[in-house]
């Protein structure tokens, strides 16, 4: 009886532990993470710093950089950069150049040192920006870049491993004196798409959409920012107004300015009017470039009539009258 | 019932004259003189061109050669000012970057039998945030002793051929190579559907990074794939083909 007893309680403690075993190993299944592929993910703020600066100074700028991903580690570098084109985007240059000098203030990091940085966790980066002495007054760009390691290769395999860089602009005026040199010329202000009649002389349907562009070239040797606003006037004396917004155009350098209520277009617009238009529309814009700066203007004019509306009366009309006629004849 | 067709004929031609004549007096009608914009400091013309243009004076200073003052008293106390961030945006936002598989895992790769892998590229920017995300391999895929799967041209032929700032077909099994496909946001407009390819711009032959993600106004977290492919032929020498991809994002100016 005994013996049944304690075969009985072995047997159940036996189930237990069965149960318990067979209770962890579907657990490890069905909770256990994805295995994931390494994942990079950083974060650095600000993304644009502007420095306007005399010779002979320095500053300490501190910058944010999170990693947000798997662990990996970091390299920090500085590198020049220019407008590559008329849209805002750069060409990081390869190899560094110009007079401004970089280093880091963070006892334990170097600019061009790996530093390992966990999941989830932050680094202060202490950006020390020195212009010597006897330098010359200009601009000079520059891109904080924060490069992931690759991963290390797989042996055996066709492999291609991503290295991750993300980068923050850095926009250097050095003037000895205040002043910034302002050569701003509105290189193109015009109206996309339509009937083109003649250079001045576009016409849309009233309910098309109209593409607006506004491009300013700055001339001078400095960064300026645009302010100002595109009007449209009807012919009725109808107004509406639209802010450029202010986004700084490189020395020696064009950019396609932008205007609130932006829009998405199949090619890069400064503008997308909308609504129904008829008549002769005129176009204007007045662009500033901050106290005592010069104010340059462009003008453009666009046509607009309910050519789709007229036509569907006009068809309409004309297959009424055709009815008519049959019925008429028959 | 003569008498209605009549009118309304004579309606339609009425409509259709008035019109016609309303169209021609805007067409012609393009005489458009300058507009004078005076102010108690300068005065300027501006004629109705599609750029600005006409003369462009002033009694205190001319236009093409004026120069602004940075805020003069901290400028001239401090030696410097620091703006950080958009100034046209009123928070700093930061600025994020993320890739989901940074190790592009082709496998064994077979003769004819093209390998492909993904990774996910996301940018998390402020709404009006501009940015843009460059490609550039570092050499192509080769061993260590210096054998190399070349860059791929696509199918070639006249309407096939590839670069790397041209999208082109790549579908048959007998073209080989190594090039990349997007889809998704913000991306090149050449890359039509998945079967659209381009080879990476080459470091090691001093070509410039690649432009493969941008926008000039963003929404928070703008994602693409990038569909990684290589191809290689019978003759292909066995070996552990590697390469490094750097992918570079860049908030704008």
């Not at chain 1, 959409?209 to 012919?235: A, D, F, H």
């Not at chain 2, 991306?187 to 000039?216: G, K, N, W």
Request: with cysteine; aromatic share 12%.
């Amino acid at each position: 009886m005994i013996n049944k007893q304690i075969n009985f309680k072995f047997q159940i403690s036996n189930f237990k532990f069965m149960f318990l075993f067979l209770y962890f190993f579907i657990s490890l299944f069905l909770y256990s993470g994805n295995v994931q592929a390494q994942q990079v993910s950083l974060s650095l703020s600000p993304p644009l710093l502007e420095l306007f600066i005399k010779p002979d100074k320095s500053i300490m700028v501190a910058y944010k950089l999170e990693n947000l991903g798997d662990p990996t580690f970091l390299n920090l570098k500085i590198l020049p950069f220019e407008a590559k084109d008329n849209l805002g985007n750069i060409r990081i240059k390869p190899e560094f150049e110009g007079p401004v000098r970089f280093s880091l203030d963070n006892s334990d990091l170097k600019l061009d040192q790996p530093f390992f940085l966990k999941t989830n966790s932050s680094q202060q980066i202490l950006l020390r920006i020195r212009i010597p002495e006897n330098i010359t007054d200009g601009d000079y760009y520059y891109t904080l870049l924060a490069e992931a390691t690759p991963p290390t290769a797989s042996e055996g395999i066709g492999s291609a491993r991503v290295k991750t860089t993300i980068g923050s602009n850095i926009l250097v005026t050095i003037s000895n004196s205040g002043n910034v040199d302002i050569k701003p010329k509105i290189s193109l202000f015009s109206i996309k798409g339509g009937l083109v009649f003649s250079q001045n002389v576009r016409i849309f349907d009233s309910s098309d959409k109209i593409p607006v562009v506004l491009s300013v070239v700055n001339k001078g040797k400095n960064t300026i920012k645009p302010e100002g606003q595109i009007t449209l006037k009807g012919n009725l004396g109808e107004t509406a107004k639209y802010d450029i917004i202010s986004k700084n155009i490189l020395a020696e350098s064009e950019r396609l300015l932008e205007a609130t209520p932006s829009a998405s277009y199949s090619t890069p617009t400064t503008l997308i009017l909308s609504g129904f238009f008829v008549g002769k529309y005129s176009l204007s814009t007045q662009i500033m470039f901050g106290e005592n700066s010069p104010t340059i203007f462009g003008l453009t004019t666009f046509y607009a009539f309910p050519f789709k509306i007229l036509g569907g009366i006009l068809l309409a009309t004309i297959i009424i009258v055709f009815i008519i006629k049959r019925r008429k004849e028959e | 019932m003569v008498f209605s067709m009549k009118y309304l004929v004579f309606s339609i031609k009425t409509i259709f004259f008035c019109f016609l004549l309303y169209t021609l007096y805007f067409i012609l009608n393009t005489h458009v003189s300058a507009i004078p914009m005076d102010s108690s400091r300068f005065k300027i013309e501006s004629a109705n061109v599609e750029v600005a243009g006409g003369s462009k004076s002033s009694s205190s200073y001319k236009l093409s050669d004026t120069v602004g003052q940075l805020a003069a008293g901290q400028y001239s106390s401090d030696g410097y000012i620091v703006k950080a961030g958009f100034q046209y945006l009123n928070l700093i936002s930061p600025f994020r970057f993320s890739i989901s598989n940074t190790n592009i895992n082709f496998g064994v790769l077979v003769p004819g039998t093209p390998s492909v892998a993904t990774t996910n590229l996301t940018v998390y920017f402020s709404e009006v945030g501009q940015y843009q995300v460059t490609a550039i391999e570092e050499g192509p895929l080769k061993t260590q002793s210096g054998k190399a799967i070349p860059d791929t041209n696509c199918d070639g032929g006249t309407n096939n051929t590839c670069n790397e700032s041209l999208a082109k077909v790549w579908a048959a099994i007998s073209s080989y190579g190594f090039g990349y496909s997007m889809s998704g946001n913000d991306i090149p407009t050449d890359f039509i559907d998945e079967t659209y390819f381009r080879p990476f711009s080459d470091l090691t032959v001093v070509e410039s990074p690649i432009i493969v993600m941008a926008s000039t106004s963003v929404g928070k977290n703008r994602s693409s794939t990038v569909t990684f492919k290589a191809n290689i032929s019978s003759i292909q020498p066995a070996g552990s083909y590697q390469t490094v991809i750097n992918f570079v994002a860049t908030p704008s100016y």
